[in-house]
């Protein structure tokens, strides 16, 4: 039986038909399915686990239920709900994903934190739209989005020739990017992400892409080439949208395509040139979203100085990374570390 194969390039192309996928349909029906970026983030859970994908489906409308019945208030400012969504789908999907790494169902990857807050994701939109809308605009999205996929992975391996499965056996020598203490660190920064939104009603890229950013940040050459990256990135986007007027949902999805562009053509770049380095750590869908989060919101609030509530934000995902590595350092026994 025929199979798309887990690879990075799947999954970078799944999210990118979707958000094409879902633009198209929003335009058609007025309806978004779930998030621009969900119908490929689905499918690219379904490739990392089955049941990790069923279960942060379900889990969409548990968080929703949950934020209509204790949580719901109507004096919140637009994007609240999402922040308070995002809270409970941490804690809950994070729970469960760690289950399901003790009992063997999911792969512990960088990826598959992608779970933890889609259900907050769709919850958001339910809450702005009918929810048979909503569902049914998933199931529509989802499908076209794996048919369109499904269709260039076999003319392309068969036809063309092409190898989607190059960047997995680059990553396999080389480091990868982890974010330690993860949940800390989401928590630190989404907090102070909403205090900025609060009091200043600016979103200071994304909802949990801070960790990300800062993970790369404290290695040289990542930090270096993620900055060329967003900057390249937000000059081209904004070039487009000067001479096209995109704005609103149709602005994000060009910022992922050509953010997806950047990082696949630079570990390319490296590949072929034999460098000894991976220039993004092997952190595949999160450091292309949190390129495309910064140069969204750099565009959409450039007159708010929402540079400065970026750094703010990565610096509370550092500081937490430092806290919670001196909280286990100084309550390790002396007995243990001895041993290590």
Same mark, same amino acid.
């Given at each position: %039986?025929?199979?798309?194969? *887990?690879? /990075?390039?799947?999954?970078?192309?799944?999210? #990118?038909?979707? &958000?094409?996928?879902?633009?198209?349909?929003?335009d058609r029906y007025g309806v978004i399915p779930g998030g621009v970026i969900v119908p490929g983030f689905i499918i690219v859970l379904f490739l990392l686990s089955p049941i990790w994908c069923v279960t942060s489906l379900a889990l969409s409308f548990a968080v929703y239920f949950i934020y209509k019945r204790f949580l719901a208030q109507t004096?919140?400012?637009?994007?609240?709900? %999402?922040?308070?969504? =995002?809270? !409970?789908?941490?804690? $809950? =999907? *994070?729970? $469960?994903?760690?289950?399901?790494? +003790?009992?063997?169902?999911?792969?512990?990857?960088?990826?598959?934190?992608?779970?933890?807050?889609?259900?907050? !994701? $769709? @919850?958001?939109t339910l809450t702005k739209q009918k929810m048979?809308? !909503?569902?049914? @605009?998933?199931?529509?999205?989802?499908? =076209?989005t794996l048919g369109i996929l499904t269709a260039i992975y076999l003319v392309g391996s068969s036809v063309f020739s092409i190898d989607f499965d190059v960047l997995r056996g680059y990553y396999s020598s080389k480091e990868i990017l982890r974010i330690h203490y993860h949940l800390f660190q989401f928590y630190s920064a989404l907090a102070v992400s909403y205090l900025f939104y609060r009091f200043k009603d600016v979103r200071s890229g994304g909802y949990m892409v801070a960790p990300v950013a &800062? @993970?790369?940040?404290i290695k040289p050459i990542s930090a270096i080439i993620f900055l060329i990256g967003c900057i390249t990135v937000y000059l081209v986007v904004q070039a487009i949208c000067q001479f096209t007027l995109l704005i609103g949902l +149709?602005?994000?999805?060009? =910022?992922?395509?050509?953010?997806?562009?950047?990082?696949?053509?630079?570990?390319?770049?490296?590949?072929?040139?034999?460098? #000894?380095?991976? /220039?993004?750590?092997?952190? #595949?869908?999160?450091? $292309?979203?949190?390129? %495309?989060?910064?140069?969204?919101?750099?565009?959409?609030?450039?007159?708010? +100085? !929402?540079? *400065?509530? %970026?750094?703010?934000?990565?610096?509370?995902?550092?500081?937490?990374?430092?806290?919670? *590595?001196? &909280?286990?350092?100084?309550?390790?026994?002396?007995?243990?570390?001895?041993?290590?």
């Amino acid at each position: %039986m025929f199979e798309l194969p *887990n690879t /990075p390039e799947i999954h970078r192309l799944a999210l #990118n038909i979707g &958000a094409f996928v879902a633009i198209a349909y929003k335009d058609r029906y007025g309806v978004i399915p779930g998030g621009v970026i969900v119908p490929g983030f689905i499918i690219v859970l379904f490739l990392l686990s089955p049941i990790w994908c069923v279960t942060s489906l379900a889990l969409s409308f548990a968080v929703y239920f949950i934020y209509k019945r204790f949580l719901a208030q109507t004096s919140y400012k637009r994007r609240t709900p %999402m922040y308070i969504l =995002a809270f !409970v789908s941490l804690a $809950i =999907a *994070n729970l $469960i994903g760690l289950i399901y790494i +003790k009992l063997g169902w999911l792969y512990p990857s960088l990826d598959s934190l992608s779970g933890t807050l889609l259900p907050a !994701v $769709i @919850a958001f939109t339910l809450t702005k739209q009918k929810m048979n809308k !909503v569902i049914r @605009a998933i199931a529509v999205t989802t499908l =076209a989005t794996l048919g369109i996929l499904t269709a260039i992975y076999l003319v392309g391996s068969s036809v063309f020739s092409i190898d989607f499965d190059v960047l997995r056996g680059y990553y396999s020598s080389k480091e990868i990017l982890r974010i330690h203490y993860h949940l800390f660190q989401f928590y630190s920064a989404l907090a102070v992400s909403y205090l900025f939104y609060r009091f200043k009603d600016v979103r200071s890229g994304g909802y949990m892409v801070a960790p990300v950013a &800062a @993970a790369l940040l404290i290695k040289p050459i990542s930090a270096i080439i993620f900055l060329i990256g967003c900057i390249t990135v937000y000059l081209v986007v904004q070039a487009i949208c000067q001479f096209t007027l995109l704005i609103g949902l +149709k602005r994000y999805v060009v =910022a992922l395509f050509f953010s997806t562009l950047f990082v696949w053509t630079t570990e390319l770049l490296f590949i072929n040139f034999g460098f #000894n380095i991976l /220039p993004f750590q092997g952190g #595949n869908l999160f450091v $292309i979203i949190a390129m %495309m989060s910064y140069v969204n919101d750099s565009i959409l609030y450039a007159n708010k +100085k !929402v540079i *400065n509530y %970026m750094v703010l934000t990565v610096l509370a995902a550092l500081i937490a990374l430092f806290v919670a *590595n001196t &909280a286990v350092v100084y309550l390790t026994p002396p007995s243990t570390k001895a041993l290590s």
